[in-house]
């Protein structure tokens, strides 16, 4: 048995071009009677139909995308967007975020694609691994729950909110917990558009003091990081 989800859209040029960036090729295409779009990647084969006057924003579409690898799949995805619009959108639509550990989902790793047609596209492995360990810290578990109303709710101002209450009481925080928050608060400022804040956290990210064990341990935290200048 296969199943293959049919998202709405605005425009089948738009999901074409963006799908092609993520390594899709296209199936099938036709204008009349209706717009509509086949696009597949491997095993995954989603399918689009045109609305006339339809607002991506209010857009409620949404499928499960299982991989053999979520931080895999992210890379790629990444350097698809990279190449073909010079930057890993963050803000408005279409968007990606990064892979995180979601406690919702029993700490499994995944990100959400968010694509010209606001349909929300959630990544998580195809065979779940050994689920990460329950943080101890309070601004980790601060850091969990913000990802749930960012990524699993689509609520950006929330987890912000969230953040922003546990970093002003962090004081005992790990250095490590404080650069993985200030890093995903940098990200939540850009997704709602508030460069200012975003320059903050980063500028409070780089007074962090980290020892060379903890550089290695956040090497892809820094490096995303780097990528929100």
């Not at 309070?138 to 609520?155: F, H, I």
Request: net charge negative.
């Amino acid at each position: 048995m296969t199943v293959i989800p049919l998202l709405p859209c605005a425009s089948i040029d738009d999901m074409e071009v963006f799908y092609e960036a993520l390594g899709f090729t296209r199936t099938y295409r036709q204008l009349k009677p209706n717009p509509y779009l086949g696009m597949r990647r491997g095993d995954v084969e989603i399918h689009f139909f045109g609305m006339e006057g339809f607002n991506p924003a209010d857009s409620y579409g949404s499928c499960v995308v299982l991989v053999p690898d979520t931080a895999v799949t992210h890379r790629e995805f990444a350097e698809g967007l990279r190449a073909a619009f010079g930057r890993v959108p963050l803000s408005g639509i279409p968007r990606m975020t990064r892979p995180r550990s979601r406690r919702n989902v029993d700490r499994q790793a995944g990100f959400s694609v968010v694509d010209p047609g606001g349909n929300w596209i959630r990544v998580f492995a195809a065979t779940p691994a050994t689920p990460a360990a329950e943080p101890s810290g309070k601004l980790a578990r601060a850091v969990e729950n913000a990802v749930v109303q960012a990524d699993g709710r689509g609520d950006p101002a929330q987890a912000a909110k969230i953040l922003d209450g546990a970093l002003r009481r962090a004081d005992d925080a790990s250095a490590v917990d404080l650069v993985e928050a200030l890093a995903y608060r940098a990200e939540l400022a850009i997704t709602l558009g508030d460069a200012e804040r975003a320059a903050a956290a980063l500028a409070e990210l780089d007074a962090v003091p980290l020892t060379p064990e903890d550089r290695e341990r956040l090497a892809d935290t820094l490096a995303h990081a780097a990528e929100l200048r």
